[in-house]
C-alpha cells in the first residue's frame, strides 16, 4: 500500500510513505466472523500520544512547553501532501481509498468494498477519536467521556452504511444485515457489556438482555443463524436493524457518560 500512494505522488512531511506511516486495524474479537472488519489506517499514534499529554500537562510549565513542541514536530512529521500541496486527512482518505481498492483487486481479485475493507483516519465517521476504545478494556483503559458521544455513535453509523452498500446494490441485504450483526455483536461484546458491568447501577434485567442479544447477533455474524432468521427472531425488518444499532450507540454514549 506504500508503494502504490507512492507511486501517486502522496507524501507524509514531505517524505515517501513507509510501511511505518501505516497500521492494520483487525479487532481481535473479529475474527472467525464474516468480514473480519479490516482497515489499513493512517498511523497517527504519536500525534495522538502528544494531543494527550499536552492536553494533561499545567499550561504555563516547562513540561507543558515541552509536551507542545513535540505536537508541533509530530504534525509537521505527519503533514499529508500531494503534488507539493497540504492535502486534507479527507482528501487524503478518499484518494487512498481507491488507490486500495484498485491494489486489493490487482492482488485477490475481489472487491474491498464487498469485503468490508477500508482505509480509515481519525477524520473517518467510522473511527474512534478516542483511541483508547481500541483497547477494548473500560477497566484497565477508561474510554474519555469527552468523547462519548461520538464512541456511541460509530455503532449506529456502520449499521447505516451497510444498508447504504445494499441499496447501492454493492452488497445483498442479506450481507448487509449479516455484517451489521457481527459489528454490532462486536461492539456489545467489547464495548457495551463491559461499560455496564463497571456501572453499580446496572440491573441483572438490563445486562442479562445484552448479554442474550450479543450471543444472537454474534452466531448471526458467525454464519450460523441467517439473516433472515435473525429477522424473524428479532420481529424487526431492515429499519428494526437500523434502529437496533443507534439503541447499542446510545446504550454505549451513555455508559461512557457515566464514567
Same mark, same amino acid.
Given at each position: 500500500m506504500a508503494k502504490a500512494l507512492n507511486s501517486e505522488g502522496i507524501t507524509r512531511g514531505g517524505q515517501a510513505f513507509?510501511? %511505518?506511516?501505516?497500521?492494520? /486495524?483487525?479487532?481481535?474479537?473479529?475474527? @472467525?466472523? !464474516?468480514?473480519?472488519?479490516? +482497515?489499513?489506517?493512517?498511523?497517527?499514534?504519536?500525534?495522538?500520544?502528544?494531543?494527550?499529554?499536552?492536553?494533561?500537562?499545567?499550561?504555563?510549565?516547562?513540561?507543558?512547553?515541552?509536551?507542545?513542541?513535540?505536537?508541533?514536530?509530530?504534525?509537521?512529521?505527519?503533514?499529508?501532501?500531494?503534488?507539493?500541496?497540504r492535502l486534507s486527512?479527507?482528501?487524503?482518505?478518499?484518494?487512498?481509498?481507491?488507490?486500495?481498492?484498485?491494489?486489493?483487486?490487482?492482488?485477490?481479485?475481489? %472487491?474491498?468494498?464487498?469485503? /468490508?475493507?477500508?482505509?480509515?483516519?481519525? @477524520?473517518? !465517521?467510522?473511527?474512534?477519536? +478516542?483511541?483508547?476504545?481500541?483497547?477494548?478494556?473500560?477497566?484497565?483503559t477508561p474510554f474519555s467521556g469527552r468523547w462519548a458521544e461520538q464512541t456511541g455513535s460509530v455503532s449506529s453509523v456502520k449499521v447505516y452504511e451497510n444498508f447504504k452498500l445494499a441499496k447501492e446494490g454493492i452488497i445483498s441485504n442479506g450481507s448487509a444485515v449479516q455484517e451489521s450483526a457481527r459489528g454490532l455483536a462486536k461492539d456489545i461484546s467489547t464495548k457495551l457489556i463491559p461499560l455496564l458491568k463497571n456501572n453499580p447501577s446496572t440491573s441483572v434485567q438490563q445486562l442479562s438482555y445484552w448479554q442474550g442479544m450479543q450471543k444472537l447477533l454474534g452466531e448471526s455474524g458467525k454464519g450460523n443463524v441467517t439473516p433472515g432468521q435473525l429477522m424473524q427472531i428479532l420481529g424487526i425488518d431492515q429499519?428494526?436493524?437500523?434502529?437496533?444499532?443507534?439503541?447499542?450507540?446510545?446504550?454505549?454514549?451513555?455508559?461512557v457518560q457515566y464514567r
Amino acid at each position: 500500500m506504500a508503494k502504490a500512494l507512492n507511486s501517486e505522488g502522496i507524501t507524509r512531511g514531505g517524505q515517501a510513505f513507509s510501511r %511505518n506511516d501505516l497500521m492494520n /486495524f483487525r479487532n481481535a474479537s473479529s475474527y @472467525g466472523t !464474516v468480514g473480519m472488519d479490516r +482497515d489499513v489506517g493512517l498511523n497517527e499514534m504519536l500525534v495522538k500520544k502528544w494531543e494527550g499529554v499536552a492536553n494533561q500537562a499545567t499550561p504555563g510549565t516547562d513540561w507543558h512547553a515541552h509536551a507542545a513542541a513535540k505536537l508541533r514536530d509530530a504534525q509537521r512529521a505527519s503533514q499529508l501532501g500531494v503534488g507539493g500541496q497540504r492535502l486534507s486527512l479527507s482528501k487524503f482518505n478518499d484518494k487512498a481509498q481507491k488507490i486500495y481498492e484498485k491494489v486489493y483487486g490487482q492482488v485477490t481479485g475481489g %472487491n474491498a468494498t464487498k469485503a /468490508f475493507q477500508q482505509v480509515t483516519t481519525s @477524520g473517518n !465517521v467510522e473511527a474512534y477519536k +478516542d483511541l483508547n476504545v481500541l483497547q477494548n478494556n473500560p477497566a484497565a483503559t477508561p474510554f474519555s467521556g469527552r468523547w462519548a458521544e461520538q464512541t456511541g455513535s460509530v455503532s449506529s453509523v456502520k449499521v447505516y452504511e451497510n444498508f447504504k452498500l445494499a441499496k447501492e446494490g454493492i452488497i445483498s441485504n442479506g450481507s448487509a444485515v449479516q455484517e451489521s450483526a457481527r459489528g454490532l455483536a462486536k461492539d456489545i461484546s467489547t464495548k457495551l457489556i463491559p461499560l455496564l458491568k463497571n456501572n453499580p447501577s446496572t440491573s441483572v434485567q438490563q445486562l442479562s438482555y445484552w448479554q442474550g442479544m450479543q450471543k444472537l447477533l454474534g452466531e448471526s455474524g458467525k454464519g450460523n443463524v441467517t439473516p433472515g432468521q435473525l429477522m424473524q427472531i428479532l420481529g424487526i425488518d431492515q429499519t428494526g436493524m437500523v434502529r437496533l444499532g443507534e439503541q447499542v450507540s446510545a446504550g454505549i454514549q451513555s455508559a461512557v457518560q457515566y464514567r
